[in-house]
């Protein structure tokens, strides 16, 4: 089995900022992943049969009842192709009260309905004498190597996914929804990183990115300004649009309007890795604070910058481990995903450095 790393392990330029413990969306207090991974059969696609090649990733931002104890959120839609589902009540609200749950996108409905039952049996009250809340559901297409049609993702997979969820360092590359995912046109999938944040008064926050990436051609690929795509030997096949979901956690005290602001500023961490956002890419991204809702003490705007540099650092980087974690995988009708050639990587970029 080929060997995978992270750049960072490999010495290469990640951008100014430490990192947490784990460099990952957990590094944030709280903040819990699970997934759930289907990968069965081979050969020609049966729509409803397989080959199957895709799964389901949760996202719990903090280990408590978020029903009963929402955070603050803010998203930022960069190209409105995608199919997500609870994006406008946090546009309006701007408030989270639910796990994040990403996914392929003909299964947004079975997992919302996962996790409709998940929060039915920690919230009885729903929908008798209290509020519905609000499902998130973010997807990425990964018909390229799944059988989407078949919508094996169900809704049990949804609930054991979050019942999987737990603190970092988290699984990347191939796994959960990012099983079936291509970016660049090479393999793609679950990618995150984290940043240390210092305030004016030297209090330390986190910021952690989780991507799931699924978007771009092999000749837009840059890696730290170098036009590694256009060098590469691998060939560019299989053009699918596909989405970028990036979600980003903070301890932070941060508003809803200054978690929109973090929000916007991860399309320049997308366009640092090549991305032009092509027509049919869906590109979100959702911010979440998990400091309490129950306090509005909130940094000053002024604060905000090392925040940006922050999200800029993450996304771009929760790409690129993508990229570099991922494997090759064979999907259905024989269609294939090569994984990034890191070696190749490696000496383009440095053959590139040595010449500036």
């Known amino acids: 089995m080929q060997k995978r790393s992270t750049p960072r392990s490999l010495g290469l330029w990640m951008g100014q900022m430490l990192t ?31 080959p199957v090649r895709t799964g389901v990733t949760a996202i719990l931002p903090r280990p408590v009842n978020l029903y009963r104890h929402p955070c603050r959120a803010g998203v930022e839609v960069f190209n409105g192709y995608g199919k997500s589902i609870g994006v406008p009540f946090i546009q309006e609200m701007g408030i989270l009260n ?12 079975d997992v919302a309905n996962g996790v409709i039952t998940y929060l039915l ?23 390229y190597l799944n059988d989407i049609q078949g919508r094996h993702v169900k809704p049990w997979d949804a609930i054991l996914a979050l019942q999987r969820a737990t603190k970092g360092p988290i699984m990347q590359g191939n796994v959960g929804a990012g099983v ?15 940043r240390i944040v210092r305030d004016q008064s030297g209090r330390s926050y986190v910021v952690g990115m989780l991507a799931l990436a699924n978007f771009g051609l ?10 590694v795509g256009q060098i590469l030997s691998i060939p560019g096949v299989g053009q699918i649009p596909g989405s970028l979901i990036l979600v980003g956690t903070t301890d932070a005290p941060l508003s809803r309007w200054q978690l ?22 869906g590109d979100f991204c959702l911010m979440v604070s998990t400091y309490s809702c129950e306090h509005n003490n909130y940094l000053s705007d002024g604060e905000l910058d090392e925040f940006f540099r922050a999200v800029v650092e993450t996304s771009a980087e929760s790409i690129w481990n993508t990229l570099f974690l991922a494997r090759t995988m064979e999907g259905r009708d024989g269609h294939i995903r090569h994984a990034l050639p890191i070696e190749e990587t490696l000496q383009i970029v440095q053959s590139w450095l040595m010449k500036q």
């Open 180 to 194: 079936g995912m291509s970016c660049f046109q090479m393999k793609g999938g679950i990618g995150s990183s984290s």
């Open 260 to 281: 929109k602001q973090l929000a916007r500023r991860a399309s320049l961490g997308l366009g640092r890795t090549g991305s032009i956002s092509m027509t049919g890419s």
């Open 121 to 143: 049996q920690q919230n009885p009250e729903i929908g008798n004498d209290a509020r519905t809340p609000n499902i998130v559901v973010m997807e990425c297409d990964d018909s």
């Open 98 to 109: 639910c796990p994040i749950l990403l996914t392929n996108t003909l299964s947004v409905n």
């Open 20 to 50: 947490g413990p784990c460099n990952d969306i957990t590094d944030v207090p709280g903040v819990q992943v699970g997934n759930v991974s289907l990968i069965q059969g081979s050969g020609a696609l049966v729509p409803g049969r397989g």
């Open 218 to 227: 092999l000749r837009d690929f840059l890696f730290s300004g170098v036009p």
